[in-house]
């Protein structure tokens, strides 16, 4: 997959898998655009703010002229329904949804023909745990955007998401029942989103648009009960 001198935008690109996405395309001669809330050698702002994206979207196409690859990677914050605020889930909704949207609309005069967006959901986009509904919102918000934005942007740019499993950015590896609670074998790490990311942002996959490719090793279709795959129940 050679993305010589494309240019790819990548929102939360600083670390985890918007950090090993945008290796990945460097490796292969493309020009990576971060933008990420903490300090770095990237654009720096807060894709929560209107003003910022409007500022970031006016540097790389002042800078391009044109966007080749968008991927709308920054998570949102996890807060429960006990505890979340407005102003948190609200939060949740401008970094999840509302930033995809808005950078997706910025560029739209912009994008190459046979563009790719690439939006990263989350396995918790169909399942969940309690007192996580602002990201889990967020996360099922993203996935259905990425269906609208593939049947708005039909025969010019190809949308799809990715909803990752178990990743853990530091690359730990595990053994004993955290694997193989994941019938792959083992815990997820960045590249494992990182080659789907490139895979989907190629010609190889010209194909494919508006889909959903959960990648999380399995561990959605592993029903469990008291005593599998070293999983005990207690009691409170």
């Not at 395309?25 to 050698?41: L, N, Q, W, Y």
């Not at 889990?136 to 909803?163: D, E, M, P, Q």
């Not at 494992?192 to 990648?215: P, Q, R, V, W």
Request: with cysteine.
């Amino acid at each position: 997959m050679n993305f010589e001198n494309k240019v790819v935008v990548i929102t939360g690109g600083a670390h985890g898998i918007g950090l090993c996405a945008g290796e990945e395309f460097k490796k292969r001669g493309a020009h990576v655009c971060v933008i990420d809330c903490t300090e770095g050698d990237h654009y720096v702002g807060d894709i929560g703010s209107k003003d910022d994206l409007e500022a970031f979207a006016q540097t790389v196409i002042e800078t391009y002229g044109r966007v080749d690859v968008l991927v709308n990677n920054a998570p949102p914050k996890m807060h429960g329904v006990d505890n979340c605020t407005w102003e948190q889930f609200q939060n949740a909704m401008n970094v999840g949804v509302t930033a995809p949207f808005y950078l997706s609309k910025l560029f739209s005069p912009y994008f190459s023909q046979g563009a790719s967006i690439i939006n990263i959901s989350s396995s918790r986009d169909r399942m969940s745990q309690p007192q996580t509904e602002s990201y889990t919102a967020a996360k099922g918000g993203i996935a259905a955007l990425t269906h609208a934005l593939a049947v708005s942007f039909a025969g010019r740019v190809r949308v799809n998401s990715i909803s990752p499993g178990w990743i853990d950015t530091a690359y730990r590896v595990y053994e004993g029942p955290d694997a193989r609670q994941q019938p792959a074998g083992r815990v997820g790490n960045p590249l494992d989103i990182a080659n789907m990311i490139l895979f989907l942002a190629s010609d190889k996959a010209g194909f494919i648009t508006g889909e959903n490719i959960c990648i999380d090793g399995g561990q959605t279709k592993l029903m469990v009960y008291h005593g599998d795959h070293g999983w005990i129940l207690t009691e409170n």
